[in-house]
């Protein structure tokens, strides 16, 4: 991008993070989106949820500062910061749900990490990244090589490398690094693991651009519809064939390979245990950073799916047929909206008294009851015996959270396993509750199978060290169908 004055000029008129830095209430947006989406990395955040987190943030900063500082409610503030006008929020709605949902939008995250950029750092390391920058270069010219010749030669000089290496190990002569190398480059993978969530949110940015655009040419298209197909499918062919489209097929190749899963959780926590990176007291979270980038993922190829779904209803002719008059009457109302998008009238444009027909039946009103009158006995009980509170400390309380935990964990080798297996890798620690919940998971979950004409026969232990068993219906826990992966197979 050219820094000439029309561009920039032009970005500081509408480019929403430009925005963001001017808004008068800058200090409030950009601090709780922060500690609401990037510190936890949460994607996406019900309405209900997000305006209680807001509510709470500005009774905090009223408490502190001022009453008059922020009059408007949070709902307010939240529709606003979502508008077209801002654009600092994305509000949209998940597949069967009625609650709206709000997600940061890349503009948004770019500018939190342009301030978050401007603080003093503790420590900057530059070898870390002078030698990621000699090893990128050696697989450039090792890559490009034509002669076979050459590579070879290049293999046997860093053979011999190798074998000296191992000669001096053998020796006694080992090399470690020392304590700043080791935090000068968990730093840089901390800073490049963060980097990668945010280009998911950046990608999922563009697939729902492209999204939009097919949709706006399907309402303007006066011409065939196999014209419109085929320049649609075009533009999505070049979007799949780009460096963008290549790039993003190979990691989640390779992301999602049990085996790289398996290896770096086991290099996370390997790291994690040396005293240089305790001493930098990081954020335990990041030991399953692996896991936020399937997240991210997994959004961004439901987004294609939707962008593929959306052409499957179009091709469906009958359909199409069968309500031609419907069809037309909303083309007219999107080509009207999107002549309006720009210049928007002033005052109320339209209003909408409900979302759906509120239909009440007459015989679905309930029978008059006339109400239970309670008579209370006022006189005092004599000789009533105290009532012990031991029992209100020695209640049972299951974190479903680490029994899933467990279960995912499991499934990330093999495609199932049985409750017995699970139970056998980690025994009950609360008895017959805990059993409860694994059943509650296992009828939650759509992959599940409960098998009722098979048994098994579980053991544990209970508090007072007596042996207990349990004969139940087989549970077998199965990994999830995978999200479709190539953006190619959609059509």
């Not at 510190?39 to 996406?44: A, G, Q, Y």
């Not at 590579?151 to 053979?159: A, C, H, Y």
């Not at 979950?445 to 007072?464: C, E, F, G, K, P």
Request: with cysteine; hydrophobic share 40%.
């Amino acid at each position: 991008m050219e820094m000439d004055y029309q561009t920039v000029d032009g970005l500081r008129r509408k480019h929403p993070a430009w925005r963001l830095l001017l808004a008068d209430h800058a200090p409030l947006i950009v601090s709780f989106l922060h500690a609401t989406f990037i510190v936890p990395n949460v994607r996406t955040l019900p309405q209900a949820e997000l305006i209680s987190k807001l509510d709470d943030y500005l009774y905090g900063l009223k408490s502190v500062l001022s009453e008059d500082l922020f009059p408007r409610q949070a709902t307010a503030y939240l529709d606003s910061w979502a508008s077209d006008e801002h654009g600092w929020l994305r509000k949209y709605y998940v597949p069967n749900s009625d609650e709206p949902h709000f997600d940061i939008t890349p503009a948004t995250e770019k500018a939190i990490e342009w301030l978050i950029s401007l603080g003093s750092r503790r420590f900057i390391g530059t070898e870390s990244r002078l030698m990621t920058v000699f090893e990128l270069l050696r697989q450039l010219a090792e890559g490009t090589e034509t002669d076979p010749w050459a590579r070879i030669t290049e293999l046997e000089r860093r053979k011999e490398q190798i074998e000296g290496e191992m000669r001096r190990i053998r020796e006694g002569h080992l090399y470690l690094l020392d304590a700043t190398r080791i935090k000068e480059r968990f730093l840089q993978i901390a800073a490049t693991a963060r980097g990668l969530l945010s280009d998911f949110r950046e990608i999922e940015q563009n697939f729902r651009d492209l999204d939009r655009e097919v949709r706006e040419r399907i309402a303007t298209w006066d011409g065939s519809k196999g014209e419109l197909l085929a320049e649609i499918f075009g533009e999505r062919d070049a979007i799949v064939g780009s460096d963008q489209g290549n790039s993003f097929r190979t990691f989640w190749d390779f992301l999602m390979t049990p085996a790289r899963q398996e290896e770096l959780s086991s290099l996370l926590a390997k790291v994690f245990e040396l005293e240089p990176v305790q001493a930098l007291n990081p954020d335990r979270r990041f030991l399953r950073t692996h896991y936020d980038w399937v997240q991210a993922g997994e959004m961004a190829q439901r987004t294609v799916a939707r962008l593929s779904e959306q052409l499957r209803r179009y091709l469906d002719d009958k359909a199409w047929l069968e309500n031609r008059r419907i069809m037309q009457l909303i083309r007219n109302i999107e080509q009207t909206a999107l002549a309006l998008r720009d210049d928007m009238p002033e005052g109320i444009f339209m209003e909408i008294d409900e979302l759906a027909p509120d239909v009440v039946l007459t015989l679905d009103r309930p029978l008059f009851s006339p109400p239970l009158e309670v008579h209370i006995d006022e006189s005092p009980t004599e000789n009533t015996d105290p009532i012990p509170s031991a029992a209100l400390f020695e209640q049972i309380y299951v974190d479903k959270d680490i029994l899933a935990g467990r279960i995912r964990q499991a499934l990330q080798t093999r495609s199932q396993i049985s409750l017995a297996e699970i139970v056998h890798r980690h025994p009950l620690e609360q008895g017959l509750a805990e059993l409860v919940a694994y059943f509650s998971l296992a009828s939650d979950d759509n992959a599940a199978v409960i098998d009722d004409a098979q048994r098994q026969a579980l053991t544990w232990t209970d508090s007072a060290g007596r042996a207990r068993q349990a004969t139940l219906p087989l549970v077998i826990f199965c990994r999830p169908a995978r999200p479709p992966v190539h953006p190619e197979r959609l059509s």
